[in-house]
């Protein structure tokens, strides 16, 4: 097996010629070692200047060891290094391996800056192992398709220049030039899938077939180019399905494709909006329970980061909602009012309040559906069902509303309307600003 040749690094990346920042994705593992190296070693025909990242996950005893390995490696190559320390949150039914991987990329995103490259170490043995757990697991095309070589990440592109280079010959770059690296104990452990296959399925597999880490990626290749046809097609269709409000899906226009096509469509849509894609069982539901649902009902089909819903023919992908404020009652002296959890402030546009509200204060409270409104030009009451329908406003958005009360009456509905008295005496409700809340820019609030 001969040596991985770093001039092969130089070729990967010629055609990101107008790249900012080229950041390493640095382990301190095997791979990621040869891949710093190599970078180091070529700094100067790189298109840009040379960082490395490492992203210490916090799950092993020895981890603040990895990272000064990885701090020591750095100032030996005299490559600037950027340490981050996760604090991981699995919940309930949760893959670690998921969790972690996500943290971990998170901040990546939030290191890169436009035009910046994150270079990963993934190499041909990754790539058979990824290709051969997508089939385990029943993927469809985009899943074969395994890793690619460049995405989009954040506000940069992420990279991964070694997908051709099989394991064997970065081991043998490494000991060659006397390169150190850190072994986690983590990658033996057989209970994971991929060191299952890694160490034990694999291994009788390429003693019949010596090259099957190479036509396993070759199969990547093709089936990644298969899918990005379906993307080039389930695009242009995407451009004329866009509902009535931002990012979201016309459900009439959804049913009219065939269901092989929608489903292209709407996996297209939800990557784009950045969600993990649904499962094959979580999609089925999103077509026979959302899609065919009646126009008046409120289906939700939910999975990890992403609630599917529907509203007036509209389909929305969103991050799921926060907890209901119910039964909270907030006091408002102040002109600004701090909203619970993310549901952003309130803000008083002027600064004249009648005498008694400025003495004693306004209330806010959520999910109270009983008081009603005459919102200003109307000659009666409407209740608030009747105001939120009028503005379109989805019912799993309503509990959501800040109800402004001076003592009993209710004089604004946050985002919607003021609320005008009935008696000429009385003062008219103050101009109420919501902003910061996540549905800011939706529509469905001024």
């Not at 990546?108 to 190499?123: Q, V």
């Not at 292209?264 to 329970?289: C, M, Q, Y």
């Not at 119910?326 to 309130?346: D, I, Y």
């Not at 008081?371 to 030009?377: E, K, M, N, Y």
Request: proline share 8%.
């Amino acid at each position: 097996m001969s040596a991985y040749d770093p001039e092969g690094l130089v070729s990967a990346l010629a055609p990101f010629h107008d790249a900012g920042r080229i950041w390493i994705a640095f382990s301190g593992g095997l791979d990621s070692t040869c891949l710093l190296h190599a970078a180091a070693a070529m700094r100067e025909r790189l298109p840009g200047p040379l960082r490395a990242i490492h992203v210490d996950h916090g799950l092993h005893p020895s981890s603040g060891d990895w990272a000064k390995h990885c701090r020591t490696a750095c100032e030996t190559l005299a490559v600037a290094l950027v340490s981050r320390r996760l604090r991981l949150k699995v919940g309930p039914g949760e893959s670690l391996e998921a969790v972690a991987r996500d943290a971990r990329y998170g901040a990546f995103r939030a290191l890169l800056e436009p035009g910046d490259l994150l270079l990963t170490a993934h190499n041909q043995d990754d790539q058979a192992e990824t290709l051969l757990l997508a089939l385990i697991r029943g993927s469809g095309v985009h899943g074969l398709a395994a890793m690619p070589f460049a995405a989009e990440l954040g506000l940069g592109r992420l990279v991964r220049p070694l997908l051709e280079v099989p394991r064997a010959a970065l081991e043998h770059y490494a000991r060659a030039r006397g390169l150190t690296w850190v072994d986690d104990p983590g990658n033996d452990t057989l209970a994971l899938d991929r060191n299952y296959l890694r160490h034990r399925v694999l291994p009788l597999i390429r003693g019949r077939w010596p090259a099957v880490s190479a036509t396993l990626s070759r199969s990547a290749s093709h089936c990644a180019e298969a899918a990005a046809v379906m993307d080039q097609a389930a695009g242009k269709i995407l451009q004329g399905l866009g509902g009535g409000r931002p990012d979201t899906l016309s459900i009439p226009g959804l049913l009219l494709l065939d269901t092989p096509l929608r489903k292209s469509v709407l996996r297209l849509w939800l990557r784009r909006l950045g969600f993990s894609l649904p499962d094959t069982a979580h999609l089925k539901r999103i077509l026979n329970e959302v899609l065919s649902a009646r126009p008046d009902a409120a289906p939700l089909v939910a999975w990890r980061g992403c609630e599917i819903r529907r509203y007036r023919g509209y389909l929305f992908a969103l991050k799921p909602l926060p907890p209901v404020p119910t039964g909270q009652e907030l006091s408002w002296s102040a002109k600004v009012l701090e909203l619970p959890g993310p549901l952003g402030t309130l803000n008083l546009a002027h600064e004249q309040r009648p005498e008694t509200t400025a003495q004693r204060g306004l209330s806010v409270r959520f999910g109270v559906t009983m008081p009603s409104c005459r919102p200003p030009g109307s000659d009666h009451n409407r209740s608030l069902k009747k105001l939120f329908q009028e503005r379109g406003v989805p019912a799993w958005l309503r509990p959501y509303v800040p109800l402004v009360f001076d003592g009993g009456r209710l004089i604004a509905v946050a985002g919607v309307c003021r609320c005008v008295p009935q008696c000429a005496g009385e003062p008219a409700g103050p101009d109420v600003r919501w902003t910061g809340h996540p549905w800011e820019g939706w529509g469905f609030f001024c």
